[in-house]
């Protein structure tokens, strides 16, 4: 729901997809009403790529029509079904640029969205954002009259967000999520799990939840000093089944990558290291 009087201009399907767990689908989203537009078609399997294709032919019969193909940003969970919807329908594919650069050889781009674009899909229009942190070339697209927001890996619904250097960037992430939590959005669309419906307070538990996790990284780089990303696993993540600790290793590396970048510790041959006392940090 997007408010009294508000019609939506969102609909979902969700895809099964080859993504993190607990997911096991990513959202493909159609944006507008007569002319619509098609926000990653996620999977790679073909029985997965029928079920959007007939989704599609069942909105052609009440007179509706996909115009174009978007991309939130380059992971295969987004992707994977591109190439074989275009082949089948011809539309085009846009994105980020630093996302078609990721993609080269793989997926042709058609055209590229930057910060302050806009789509226009039907009667709705939305706005492009860029959106780095979780992807160099992350896009959010959000309908300012209706409030609504396609988020794609900025939060989720269900499980959590990797960040995974080099792609993953803790700084750009924190100031993605701020300047997306001031938006004053109605609700928000996820790539995977259900809509969120309490934006500003959502992207405000995600800025502190990144807080509260650098701030565990700094103590044990203090105490325990040098380190590496496995070592604080062991300790932060100690209730994860170790099935998922290279996984939050590479959540680690980004928290410690974060400190080195705001020049509170620093890197050498056996680690991450503290510089408190090397006259680095007051």
Not at 123 to 143: I, Q, V
Request: charged share 20%; net charge negative.
């Amino acid at each position: 729901m997007v408010g009294s009087g508000m019609r939506s201009s969102v609909e979902v399907l969700a895809l099964k997809s080859p993504t993190l767990p607990p997911a096991t689908t990513t959202n493909c989203y159609f944006l507008g009403d007569k002319d619509f537009a098609i926000v990653d078609p996620a999977s790679p399997w073909e029985e997965q790529q029928q079920c959007l294709l007939d989704a599609l032919e069942e909105r052609a019969r009440l007179g509706r029509t996909a115009a174009s193909i978007l991309l939130t940003h380059h992971h295969n969970d987004h992707v994977g079904g591109v190439n074989a919807l275009r082949a089948e329908t011809g539309l085009p594919v846009f994105a980020h640029p630093r996302t078609a650069e990721l993609l080269a050889g793989q997926i042709a781009i058609d055209g590229v969205l930057n910060e302050g674009d806009s789509v226009q899909t039907g009667s709705a229009r939305w706005e492009c954002y860029h959106t780095p942190g979780h992807a160099s070339g992350h896009l959010c697209f959000f309908n300012r009259e209706t409030g609504e927001l396609i988020i794609g890996d900025m939060m989720a619904g269900e499980g959590t967000i990797v960040l995974d250097p080099p792609e993953g960037d803790l700084l750009a992430y924190l100031e993605s999520l701020a300047r997306l939590r001031d938006l004053g959005s109605r609700i928000c669309y996820p790539a995977h799990g259900p809509a969120l419906t309490s934006p500003t307070k959502d992207f405000q538990q995600y800025i502190d939840h990144r807080e509260m996790r650098t701030r565990q990284v700094r103590e044990l780089v203090a105490q325990k000093s040098p380190v590496k990303p496995e070592d604080l696993v062991e300790v932060i993540y100690a209730e994860l089944p170790r099935l998922f600790w290279p996984i939050a290793a590479r959540q680690m590396l980004c928290h410690l990558q974060y400190l080195v970048s705001i020049g509170e510790i620093k890197t050498s041959d056996a680690g991450f290291e503290s510089c408190v006392g090397d006259g680095n940090v007051e």
